[in-house]
């Protein structure tokens, strides 16, 4: 590690001469998508710095930056972000990209799953801020709106080590963004649809020639009492002579399902206009959410089962471009309180309180990064980020009055060096060394090595490879958890590594097409596992246990078609076969584990969306399919053993109304089309069709 920081420190003093930063953006400096983007259409450029000559170079020959050589990534279409205001990342994701989204109903918790992998492995970030939780090691998607994100990406296995450590499986990465359009801009949209669902998303927000501000606001609400046929109960209808005479599943209410969520974002600009900027973004979140019983409760006794959360999260961030290098720094915070509350009715008006959690979190961040190049191809990178955990949890209930939990600090500090080149105009190198501090231990550095092999510049057909180490460190509830907390715990260390294409080509002048495969294949060491321990097996510890091998492909297509007169016709679909293998060793014979599927993770799944737009109408069709998923390890094909496959169909019409001092859109948006019976989590019931209808208007201002 301070290896590491001293190389950071030099090179941060170290200035090259000669040649502006190149400004290259997300779609390809060539103007065809970038490897991972599904054709979004044109949207504000990101920057990303190298030299002006390069940038000429890679003009003429439809070349990629040079900062993403060999990168496996998947840019999330930005109309795709802001399909609906009721729309959250997990659903985002699962129509969009190649991840298995594991959702325990609707509005509840929902994880993501990258290459086999589980939730703990994929790191999710927001402005360059980690906002996974130290103590559960993972992040709740359903809590984070697909409308406060102007981007997001996701980066494939070894490709994760750019940006941070520990995403054996990738990273999520969020951006919000400040206005592009300079003047002031209002829109508010009101939804209301099935189940008593409310949704309201205002943002206001104003551009000027070096200030700009922008306030969004969601507030989400519903009963969620959706009828379902549960497939886990039966009915029995006897005769006279007592012998079934009918037999049918009951259908029931989804109980104690209400949920409120409010979001509050406040972002800040001031661009100095000499290669200095500042920014500030404040997020915060309040949700309270009922949890709903399990299809297989038969009790009627009325019951307390809910979750309440609150967090803050802040980021202030400095950015400053000289010559040939950028500089940027960040500092952030992220306050959280999570309470759980479970009480049962006595009967007599009294409760008994079977559970009475609340868990605070501070977390504090200080990040820098600085890139530089030089002789037009070459590229040094060096990033340190310090994160100072906090955590206080316990339980008070009839059961432990007396409160029982943990309250512990951890550090985490984690420091890098890349180094890109480009020997000629074909190949893309890069190299990356991470190595990472948490919690009084150091992880062995992590080194990481990306490549691309420009095959083809007309069809822009690369091939890529990369490979990696990867350690996970485990979560605070995994070493301090009570009971069953294990402080001796190590990290899970793992070899990664994958091969593939990628494609775009424009055919004629209304035609363009993309496509990119990988073979993946990783191999993790230490699994963490929870086992049932003590004298009478009445809790869990974690063990760094299992030994998994987790291999398969991902596929994905595009093309947008421009025909007509106005017409456009876009699709974008994803498949993947994933095998996530339990390889430890068992002297065990009886032991029916080895060699089987993970639980929870789906070997195929698939998903498209399709739009057809013309004038001011639009019509969207979303796809989504997961084969049999296994509930234990032995992959038994039983009721209880497995979650059946599925396949999920929704589709949106919209229609925009342009007026002269106000537009207005009207968008209606029809969940589960076929009204398939289906759940994601075993015994977890999932609505059958349901609609939602959306106004929105946004008030035309007078620009300068």
């Known amino acids: 590690m301070q290896y590491l920081l001293l190389i950071s420190v030099i090179l941060g003093m170290f200035q090259a001469s000669g040649g502006d930063p190149e400004r290259s953006d997300s779609k390809g400096v060539s103007g065809h998508p970038s490897e991972e983007v599904m054709l979004s259409p044109s949207e504000p450029e990101d920057r990303e710095t190298a030299p002006r000559d390069t940038l000429r170079a890679a003009v003429v020959s439809g070349s990629r930056p040079l900062g993403q050589a060999g990168i496996s990534r998947t840019e999330i279409d930005s109309i795709a972000l802001k399909e609906n205001i009721s729309l959250s990342l997990a659903g985002l994701l699962a129509y969009n990209s190649s991840v298995f989204i594991k959702q325990y109903g609707r509005a509840t ?137 009918d037999s049918w599943h009951p259908v029931e209410k989804n109980r104690n399902g209400e949920f409120r969520d409010f979001h509050v974002m406040q972002e800040l600009g001031y661009d100095f206009g000499n290669g200095n900027a500042l920014t500030f973004s404040a997020w915060y979140m309040d949700s309270w959410r009922q949890i709903p019983p399990v299809s297989v409760d038969y009790g009627t006794t009325d019951i307390i089962n809910e979750q309440k959360e609150s967090a803050l999260r802040v980021v202030a961030g400095w950015t400053a471009e000289r010559d040939a290098g950028k500089t940027e720094i960040s500092a952030g915070c992220s306050l959280s309180e999570l309470g759980y509350d479970n ?39 060096t990033d340190v980020s310090a994160y100072f955990h906090s955590i206080t949890s316990e339980d008070r209930s009839s059961l432990v009055p007396e409160g029982k939990g943990y309250d512990v600090s951890a ?37 990481a090595v990306n ?43 793992g070899f990664c590594y994958d091969a593939g294409y990628s494609l775009s080509k424009r055919i004629g002048r209304d035609m363009e097409v993309e496509a990119g495969g ?78 089987k599927q993970l639980p929870y993770i789906p070997e195929y799944s698939g998903s498209f969306t399709a739009s057809l737009t013309w004038k001011n109408w639009s019509l969207l069709w979303k796809w989504c399919w997961y084969s049999t998923r296994y509930v234990m390890t032995s992959n038994e094909k039983t009721v209880s053993g497995s979650v059946p496959p599925y396949f999920m169909n929704d589709i949106s019409i919209g229609k925009k109304l342009d007026f002269r001092r106000v537009g207005l859109s009207v968008l209606l948006n029809i969940d589960n089309l076929f009204n398939e019976r289906y759940v994601t989590v075993l015994s977890r019931p999932m609505p059958g069709i349901n609609y939602e209808i959306y106004i929105g208007i946004t008030p035309k201002f007078k620009r300068k």
Not at 355 to 381: C, D, E, P
Not at 453 to 466: H, T
Request: charged share 20%; aromatic share 14%.
């Open 518 to 595: 990988y073979w993946f294949d990783s191999m993790i060491d230490g699994w963490i596992l929870w086992l049932p321990e003590g004298a009478r097996k009445n809790f869990w510890t974690p063990v760094n246990m299992m030994k998994v091998h987790a291999f398969g492909v991902e596929q994905r297509v595009g093309t947008q078609w421009r025909f007509a007169d106005g017409w456009n016709f876009r699709f974008n679909g994803n498949f993947t076969w994933s095998r996530s293998l339990d390889s430890s060793p068992s002297e065990n014979v009886s032991d029916s584990s080895y060699g």
């Open 109 to 245: 918790l929902s994880t993501v799953s990258l290459r086999g992998t589980a939730s703990s492995h994929t790191q999710v970030l927001w402005n360059g801020m980690k906002i996974s939780s130290p103590m559960l090691g993972m992040a709740d998607f359903s809590l984070i709106p697909a409308y406060f994100a102007d981007r997001a990406e996701i980066l494939h296995g070894p490709s994760s080590l750019q940006e941070t450590g520990g995403g054996t499986g990738g990273a999520v990465i969020l951006e919000s963004r400040l206005p592009d359009n300079p003047g002031a801009e209002v829109q508010y949209i009101q939804g209301l649809g099935s189940f008593l669902t409310a949704d309201e998303f205002l943002r206001v927000s104003y551009k000027g020639r070096h200030f700009s501000t922008s306030t969004r606001l969601l507030l989400s609400t519903s009963k969620n009492d959706f009828s379902f046929v549960n497939m886990d109960k039966k009915e029995i209808a006897y005769d006279g002579n007592m012998e079934i005479a």
């Open 411 to 447: 550090a985490e500090v984690s420091a890098a060096v890349s180094v890109k080149w480009q020997p000629v105009r074909r190949i893309g190198l890069s190299a990356t060394l991470r190595e990472e501090f948490f919690d009084r231990d150091f992880s062995p550095p992590v080194p």
């Open 343 to 381: 009480a049962r009715d006595n009967g007599n008006g009294d409760w008994s309180w079977l559970t009475r959690a609340v868990s605070r979190t501070g977390t504090f961040m200080l990040k820098g990064k600085y890139s530089l190049y030089f002789a037009g191809k070459w590229m040094l990178a």
């Open 451 to 493: 490549a691309d092999f420009l095959v083809s510049r007309s069809w822009q057909l690369y091939l890529k490879g990369s490979a990696s180490l990867n350690y996970r460190h485990p979560s605070l509830n995994d070493l301090y958890y009570v009971p069953g907390g294990n402080p001796d715990l190590g990290p899970e260390s």
